[in-house]
């Protein structure tokens, strides 16, 4: 008996070793980054943002996007190994003449960046941007733009996840050449309703719009309009 039990558990680690050798991590096709910029603001926070949003978009608009975000900075050769960048944050940011012409380029070669204003960005995003993009301005991108308007719905434009000034909420954008290159959120804050729902205490229906919201940016990036 004692022969037989030693016989068995050397079967079940044996199935078990086997299961573990063809066990395979998903190969995801994409990964979202993080900008890491200088200037004394915190670009470090909402750290279960991005990773949330990835497992919600691949969950309901068919992505394949690693649930681990990346970190890069404006000014390096990596930035280009990423299709979406995602800049948020409080307060003072600056961009170098080469990471403003770094983050040019690549925005020209199909880059997008998403910012997220998560409190007192807006007076440092559009002198920035413009070292970035002299020859043009944000434009208030009307509730009819399809990035309102892919998988979900949001007929009045960008949700209010967090209040900070009673703003309405705000959605605009740097087109070059007739592409949608740039997305800037202001006094909506959706990164704030990514976040892991103790880190706010946003009602889940608040989270879930801001998560929503996250997937149509992500879905129009990624159909190429």
């Known amino acids: 008996m004692k022969h037989f039990r030693k016989l068995c558990?050397?079967?079940?680690?044996?199935?078990?070793?086997?299961?573990?050798?063809?066990?395979?991590?998903?190969?995801?096709?994409?990964?979202?980054?993080?900008?890491?910029?200088?200037?004394?603001?915190?670009?470090?926070?909402?750290?279960?943002?991005?990773?949330?949003?990835?497992?919600?978009?691949?969950?309901?608009?068919?992505?394949?996007?690693?649930?681990?975000?990346?970190?890069?900075?404006?000014?390096?050769?990596?930035?280009?190994?990423?299709?979406?960048?995602?800049m948020t944050g409080n307060g003072r940011f600056v961009f170098s003449?080469?990471?403003?012409?770094?983050?040019?380029?690549?925005?020209?070669?199909?880059?997008?960046?998403?910012?997220?204003?998560?409190?007192?960005?807006?007076?440092?995003?559009?002198?920035?941007?413009?070292?970035?993009?002299?020859?043009?301005?944000?434009?208030?991108?009307?509730?009819?733009?399809?990035?309102?308007?892919?998988r979900f719905n949001f007929p009045n434009g960008l949700p209010k996840i967090h209040e900070h000034n009673g703003k309405a909420p705000q959605g605009f954008g740097l087109i070059y050449q007739g592409r949608l290159v740039c997305f800037y959120e202001y006094e909506s804050d959706i990164g704030d309703g990514w976040e892991d729902p103790e880190v706010h205490n946003d009602p889940p229906e608040m989270r879930q719009k801001a998560l929503q919201m996250g997937a149509n940016i992500l879905q129009y990036v990624f159909s190429g309009q």
């Open 97 to 150: 003449n080469q990471e403003a012409e770094n983050l040019r380029k690549y925005l020209i070669a199909g880059g997008f960046l998403n910012i997220n204003d998560s409190y007192d960005m807006d007076k440092f995003v559009r002198p920035e941007m413009k070292k970035v993009f002299p020859e043009l301005d944000f434009v208030e991108l009307p509730f009819t733009h399809p990035i309102y308007h892919q």
């Open 9 to 86: 558990g050397l079967k079940i680690m044996a199935v078990m070793v086997l299961l573990l050798s063809s066990f395979k991590a998903p190969d995801f096709t994409l990964k979202l980054a993080k900008l890491k910029y200088a200037g004394g603001g915190n670009w470090y926070v909402s750290p279960t943002a991005l990773h949330n949003l990835a497992v919600f978009c691949n969950q309901n608009i068919n992505t394949n996007i690693s649930p681990e975000e990346a970190v890069v900075e404006p000014g390096s050769p990596d930035l280009f190994n990423y299709p979406f960048v995602h």
